[in-house]
C-alpha cells in the first residue's frame, strides 16, 4: 500500500459530507494523487484499433486531444442519444429530488458532492441541455446548462472514473436512473477521443489478443492451473487435472481469469478443479476449460458497448468451435451483468448450443434457456438440492462467514438466494452483514468497473468503506473472520480493503469453501486449500 | 427493441384523458347560467348588499348572521346604506327570493356547491305557505 | 447558492404583477382569460406529444432492468416476482407499484455515523409521504376542478368533493371567517406538502446543493396557484358562476369573458397554471411521463431465456481463435494443448466463411 495512504481512522475523520460553499458547476476539478488511474498505455488503445492513442497524462494541463474533439463528444452524444432511450429518458426526468445523494459508496467515503450520483449525472446533463435543449440554450446557466470545455472534459475523466457502475443508486431513484447507464455513456464519449485508464484499456489489449486480462498466454496459463493441480494434489492426494480445449465436451467452463493469476481468487480456481474432479469421478462430468476464452470478466464493457461485444463474441465463438453443449460461467462480478443483460443481444442468438441441462440432476436451466450459459452458483446450488455432493460442513468451522453480494449479480441478475444456499451447506457459521448493505442494496467493493489499480488506493479505500465497515459490524458482534464472495475482482480488491479497515478478515470465493467442505473418494486431507489444518486435524496437519 | 407501438397507443390514452373535458362538451353549447330573480326581488332593485358582493359573498354573510342570531341573539343587520334588515334566511332572503329552484339551487348546482343551510331551514318555507 | 431559488421566486412574482395588472389594470381579460390559456394547451399537448415521440424514437437496444430481489432461476428457489420481473405481467405490477406508491422512494435510507467509526443507514420515509402527498393531493386538486368543466357536475366529482370536504373545519371571527364554503383538504396538503419539499431543498445540505433553479421554479408556481386557489375559495371571493361561464365557454371553444368581471386574483390563478402547462413539457415534470419509460423499471429479467433484440446491432472487429492460434501454436503442441492445425500441414487459408462466422 502506498505510503502516502493515510491511516484508516485519519481517512475515516477526514470524510465530510457537507457541501463546499462554491456551486459545483463553479468548483473547478482537481485531479488528485491516489484518486485516479493512470491514463491509458497508447500501445493498448492502438493494439485495439481505438481512437487517440498516443501517450499523454491526466497530470498534464495538455491532454493530447485530436483538434475537433469537442465536435467528436456533440456527434457522439448525439449518436448515443439515439441509440439508448435510457440515457435520453436520464437526461430529461430527473428531479434532484436527492435520493441517490447518500447511496453511492463513493459519497460515503469520498464527501467530495460530485460523487452524489445527481451530480455525476449533471456534469453530463449540463452539456446536454446545452447542447440539445431549447430550455438550456435559452437559460444558460441559470438552466443549469454549461458549454463543453476542457475543464469540464477533465471533470468527466475523473468522476466517470470513480464510479463503479454498481447501479445501487439506481434501486432508490424513483424513475430508476442508473447512474451506472450514464458513467457507461460517459466513458464511451470519453473513449472517442482516448480518455481512458490504463487499468482498463491494457487487459482489454490483453484480453483480445490472449483471451483473458493479464495477457497470459495458452502454455501459460496451462501451467499455472498445472501449478493449482500439484497443490491439490499436495494436500489431498488427489490429481485434479481438467481437460483444455477438448472439442466435443459437454459444457464449456470459462471464469475470470484474476482468479488463476493470484490469491486468494488461486484457491476458488482450486475450488473448481476439485469440484469438476468430484463430478468427472463420480458422475461422469464432461467439461473443459478453454485457453482461448480464458476470460469471464469483460473490462471491455468499462470502455463500451463495442468492446464488451468484442470480447465477450469469444466465448460463444469457442462454444461453436469446440462443439459443447451448453457453457457455465465462474463467480465473477460485472461478467454475469454482460452474460446475464446484454450476451445473448449482442453476440446471440446462440441456437447452435443446446438449453442447458445438468447432466447430473437432469434440472434444465429454464431460466437460461437462450443464452445457453449457467452461473456456477446455480449449477453448485442444484446439485448440492440433490444432494449430489458428499460435503463436510465443519471442515469450514473455523471459519465464521458473512457473504457479500457482487453488486452486478445483485442488481443485475438477482442472484441472492443461490450463493447463500451453497455458503449455509458448506459452512456452519454464517452471519449476515446488516440489511441496508447487503441484497439489493448491497455496497460495492470500492474497485469494481475497472478501478482496482493500485495507484487510486485512496479512492479504493474510501470506495470501499461502506462494504468495510458493514464486515467490520459483524466481525465485532460476531467474529466473523470470513468475507465471502462469488466475484474475481472482489477477490482482488477486498484482501486490501480488508487489510485496511478490518484486518482480521480474510476472502473467500464461494467454491474455495465448497471444496473445503467437498469429500473426494480416496482422499488424505488434513488442511483447507490454504494448508490451514481443518477443524479437529491440528495435530495430523503437523506431522 | 423498440415498442413503439406501445408508447403511442399509451400517449393517445393520456392525451384522451386529459382532453376528456374537450371531447365531452363537443359541440354543446356553453351553458350559461341566469338566477331567475322573483318579482318581489326585482322591484327590490337592491338586496341587503350590491350584487356582486351578494354573488361572492352572500355564504359568508349568511354565515356571520348565523353566528349573530343563535349565539349573540342579535337580529339587526345594518347594511351600508344604513338600512336594517332581520338577520334571517328563511323571513328576509327567501322573502324576496321566493324561487329557491330558480335562485338558490340553479347556481348552486352550476358550482356544485351544496351549503347545508336546507339541512334545517325545511325548503323554502314562504313557499309552503 | 441563494441565487437559484432567488432566480425562481423573481420569475413567479414578475408572473403574478404581469397577470394581475394586465387583467386589473390594463384590461386584458382576453388575453389572460382566453387567449393565453388556449395556447398554454397547445404547447403543453404538443410539447408533450413532441417530447414523447422523440423519447419512443430512441431505441432500447439492451434489456437493462435493476433488479431489486431474487431471480426466477431454480424451480425451488422463490423469486421475488415483482422486483425482480420475468414476465409483462410481473412489469406491468412492478410499473403499477412504482407509478402509484412510489415503490423505489419507500425504500429511501439516510446515511449517518455514529461514534466517529460506524456508517448506519437508517430509513428515511419523509421524502416518500412527501411526495405522495403532494402528487395525490394535486392530483385530487386537478379532478375536483373538473366541475368547472363539465355541465351538470357529474356525480363522481360531487363524491370526490365531499370526501375530500369531509372534515367540517369551521372558523368565525370578526375579522375573517374560513369554513364556508366548504374547507378542502386537498389543497392544504397541497400547500404543505410544496413547502415541505421547497423546505428541504433549502435546509438539507445535500439536496441545496443539487438543485437547480429549474427545481425550485415550479414549487415556486404550484404554491402560488395553490395559495391564489384558497385565497380565491376563502379569502378574496370570486363570482363562482362568472368563472364557470368562462370556463365552460373555454371548454366548448365558444370563449366568452363574463360580463360581470372576475376579480384579478383569478387571472392570476389561472395564468399560473397556464405558465405550468407550458412549461412541463419542456421541463424536468415530464417525469411524469418518463418513469413510464425508464428501461431500469419497465423491463423484464429474463434475458437469458428470451433473446432481447438490439435494433442496431451490428458486427465488430474480433480475434478469431485462428488468428489466436496462429500466433501461439507452437507454444500450444509444446505445452500439450490441442491444436486445430499442426505446423507441418501447410495451414489452410483462413477461409473467408470463418472469418465471417467469427464477426458475427
Redesign the interface.
Known amino acids: 500500500m502506498s505510503d502516502e495512504l493515510l491511516k484508516p ?1 485519519e481517512l ?2 477526514k ?1 465530510d ?3 463546499p460553499k462554491t ?2 458547476m463553479s468548483t473547478p476539478v482537481q485531479i488528485r494523487k491516489g484518486m485516479y488511474c493512470y491514463a491509458s498505455n497508447y500501445k493498448s488503445v492502438e493494439y485495439l ?1 481505438l481512437p487517440n492513442a498516443r501517450p499523454w497524462n491526466p497530470l498534464d494541463d495538455d491532454w493530447k486531444l485530436p483538434e475537433n474533439w469537442q465536435e467528436i463528444i456533440h456527434q457522439g452524444f448525439k449518436e448515443r ?10 437526461m ?8 441517490c ?3 453511492c459508496h463513493f459519497f ?1 467515503g469520498t464527501g467530495d ?1 460530485k460523487n ?1 450520483p ?2 455525476r449525472a ?1 456534469l453530463l446533463r449540463s452539456v446536454y441541455r446545452n447542447d440539445f ?3 438550456g440554450k435559452i ?1 444558460g446557466k ?3 446548462a454549461r458549454p463543453m470545455g476542457l475543464d469540464v472534459l477533465k471533470e468527466w475523466w475523473y468522476y466517470m472514473f470513480q464510479c463503479t457502475e454498481c ?1 445501487r443508486c ?9 447512474t451506472a ?1 450514464i458513467t457507461i455513456m460517459g466513458r464511451e464519449l470519453l473513449n472517442l477521443i482516448g480518455l481512458n485508464i490504463d487499468w482498463i484499456a491494457t487487459p482489454v489489449a490483453n484480453c ?4 483473458n486480462h493479464l495477457g497470459i ?3 501459460a496459463f ?2 499455472m492451473l498445472d501449478f493449482f493441480v500439484e497443490d491439490v494434489e499436495d494436500l489431498s492426494g488427489i490429481n485434479v487435472e481438467p481437460v ?4 466435443g465436451a459437454d459444457i464449456l467452463f470459462i471464469t475470470p481469469s484474476g482468479d488463476v493469476f493470484a490469491d486468494p481468487g488461486t484457491y476458488t480456481c482450486m475450488g473448481y478443479l476439485i469440484l469438476f474432479h468430484y463430478l468427472k469421478e463420480k458422475y461422469g462430468l464432461d467439461i473443459t476449460w478453454s ?2 476464452a480464458s476470460e469471464g470478466g469483460n473490462f471491455g464493457f468499462f470502455t463500451s ?2 468492446t464488451m ?2 470480447l465477450n ?2 466465448m460463444y ?2 462454444a ?2 469446440l462443439g459443447v453443449k451448453w457453457i457455465l460461467g465462474g463467480e465473477c462480478g460485472h461478467m454475469w451483468r454482460v ?4 450476451m ?3 453476440n ?2 446462440a441456437d447452435f448450443l443446446e438449453e442447458p441441462v445438468s447432466p447430473i440432476t437432469g ?1 434444465k ?7 445457453k ?1 449457467v ?1 456456477i452458483a ?1 449449477f453448485t ?2 446439485l448440492i ?1 440433490h444432494d449430489k455432493l458428499d460435503l463436510d460442513p465443519g471442515r469450514n468451522d473455523n471459519l465464521k462467514v458473512t457473504y457479500h453480494d457482487s453488486c452486478n449479480p ?9 450463493p447463500r ?1 451453497i455458503i449455509k451447506k458448506v459452512c456452519n457459521n454464517f452471519y449476515e452483514m ?1 440489511a ?2 447487503i ?3 448491497t455496497f460495492c467493493c470500492g474497485g469494481g468497473a475497472g478501478l482496482n489499480a493500485g495507484e487510486d488506493m485512496e479512492l479504493r479505500m474510501a470506495g470501499g ?2 462494504r468495510a ?2 464486515v ?2 459483524v466481525h465485532d458482534k460476531y467474529g466473523v473472520n470470513v468475507l465471502s464472495c462469488i466475484c474475481a475482482v472482489d477477490r482482488a480488491v477486498f484482501p486490501a480493503l480488508m487489510e485496511y479497515w478490518v484486518p482480521e478478515v480474510e476472502v473467500y470465493g464461494m467454491h474455495e469453501l465448497v471444496a473445503n467442505a467437498l469429500i473426494l473418494p480416496g482422499e488424505k486431507r488434513t488442511t483447507d486449500l490454504r494448508g490451514e489444518p481443518l477443524p479437529g486435524m491440528e495435530d495430523k496437519a503437523d506431522e | 427493441m423498440n415498442n413503439k407501438n406501445k408508447i403511442i397507443t399509451g400517449l393517445i390514452i393520456f392525451i384522451g384523458i386529459i382532453t376528456f373535458p374537450f371531447w365531452y362538451n363537443m359541440g354543446k353549447a356553453a351553458p350559461g347560467i341566469e338566477p331567475e330573480l322573483s318579482a318581489k326581488a326585482r322591484a327590490a332593485k337592491k338586496c341587503v348588499r350590491s350584487a356582486s358582493y351578494m354573488k361572492a359573498e352572500h355564504m359568508q354573510l349568511l354565515d356571520a348572521w348565523r353566528e349573530s342570531v343563535v349565539r349573540k341573539g342579535e337580529r339587526i343587520y345594518v347594511n351600508e346604506e344604513g338600512k336594517q334588515f332581520n338577520m334571517s334566511l328563511s323571513n328576509t332572503c327567501l322573502d324576496c327570493h321566493s324561487n329557491k329552484a330558480q335562485f338558490c339551487d340553479r347556481c348552486h348546482d352550476y358550482a356544485s356547491a351544496r351549503p347545508y343551510c336546507w339541512d334545517c331551514h325545511i325548503d323554502n318555507p314562504k313557499e309552503k305557505e | 447558492m441563494n441565487q437559484k431559488y432567488i432566480y425562481s421566486l423573481i420569475a413567479v412574482l414578475a408572473l403574478f404583477l404581469i397577470a394581475y395588472v394586465g387583467s386589473e389594470a390594463a384590461g386584458l381579460q382576453i388575453l389572460f382569460g382566453i387567449i393565453l390559456p388556449y395556447l398554454a394547451i397547445i404547447a403543453f399537448l404538443g410539447g408533450f406529444i413532441v417530447r414523447i415521440l422523440d423519447w419512443a424514437g430512441s431505441s432500447v437496444p439492451f434489456a437493462i432492468p435493476t433488479t431489486c430481489g431474487q431471480q426466477k432461476s431454480l424451480p425451488w428457489i422463490k423469486p421475488n416476482a415483482i422486483d425482480n420481473p420475468t414476465s409483462t405481467g410481473a412489469v406491468v405490477l412492478r410499473m403499477f407499484f412504482e407509478i402509484v406508491f412510489f415503490r423505489s422512494l419507500f425504500r429511501n435510507t439516510r446515511m449517518g455515523i455514529s461514534n466517529g467509526s460506524r456508517v448506519f443507514y437508517k430509513w428515511e420515509i419523509f421524502l416518500w409521504i412527501g411526495s405522495l402527498a403532494f402528487h395525490y393531493s394535486f392530483l385530487t386538486v386537478i379532478l375536483r376542478h373538473l366541475r368547472f368543466f363539465i355541465e351538470p357536475v357529474p356525480s363522481a366529482i360531487i363524491l370526490l368533493e365531499n370526501i375530500d370536504s369531509f372534515f367540517k373545519l369551521e372558523f368565525i371571527t370578526h375579522i375573517f371567517q374560513i369554513g364556508l364554503p366548504g374547507f378542502y383538504l386537498s389543497g392544504l396538503i397541497l400547500l404543505a406538502a410544496v413547502t415541505y419539499l421547497f423546505l428541504r431543498r433549502i435546509f438539507i445540505p445535500q439536496v441545496k446543493y443539487i438543485s437547480l433553479a429549474a427545481d425550485f421554479f415550479p414549487l415556486f408556481l404550484i404554491f402560488g396557484i395553490a395559495f391564489s386557489g384558497i385565497l380565491m375559495r376563502y379569502v378574496i371571493k370570486v363570482d363562482i358562476t362568472a368563472v364557470k361561464e368562462l370556463t365552460m365557454g373555454f371548454i366548448t371553444f365558444h370563449p366568452v369573458v363574463p360580463k360581470e368581471g372576475i376579480s384579478g386574483i383569478f387571472y392570476v390563478h389561472l395564468f399560473f397554471v397556464a405558465i405550468l402547462l407550458a412549461y412541463f413539457p419542456f421541463s424536468k415534470l415530464m417525469h411524469m411521463a418518463g418513469v413510464f419509460l425508464s428501461p431500469t423499471r419497465n423491463m423484464a429479467n429474463n434475458t437469458r431465456a428470451v433473446r432481447h433484440i438490439n435494433p442496431w446491432n451490428y458486427p465488430v472487429p474480433v480475434h478469431t481463435y485462428e488468428e489466436y492460434e496462429d500466433e501461439f501454436r507452437e507454444k500450444m503442441i509444446d505445452a500439450g494443448l490441442p491444436v486445430d492445425k499442426m505446423p507441418d500441414e501447410k495451414p489452410e487459408e483462413i477461409t473467408a466463411d470463418q472469418k465471417k462466422e467469427g464477426k458475427e
Not at chain 1, 92 to 99: F, K, L, P, S, T
Not at chain 1, 208 to 211: F, Q
Not at chain 1, 339 to 342: G, P, R, T, V
Request: net charge positive; proline share 6%.
Open positions: 481512522d475515516f475523520a470524510i459530507h457537507r457541501p456551486d459545483w484499433g442519444l439515439e441509440k439508448f432511450r435510457s440515457f435520453k429518458i436520464f430529461d426526468i430527473c428531479v434532484r429530488c436527492g435520493a445523494a447518500d447511496k460515503i458532492p452524489m445527481v451530480i449533471e435543449t431549447r430550455m437559460l441559470i438552466g443549469g447501479r439506481s434501486v432508490f431513484c424513483p424513475y430508476g436512473i442508473d447507464e483480445y489478443r490472449t483471451g498466454q495458452p502454455h496451462k501451467g483444455y480445449n477438448k472439442k485457453t482461448y458497448h463495442e461485444k468484442r463474441a469469444k465463438m469457442e461453436k468451435r452474460i446475464n443483460q446484454y445473448d443481444t449482442v446471440g442468438p434440472t436451466f429454464e431460466n437460461a434457456k437462450s443464452t450459459m452461473h446455480e446450488a442444484d438440492k445483485a442488481r443485475g441478475m438477482g442472484l441472492l438466494e443461490e444456499y446488516p441496508n448493505t441484497r439489493e442494496q468503506l461502506p465497515n458493514a467490520k459490524y
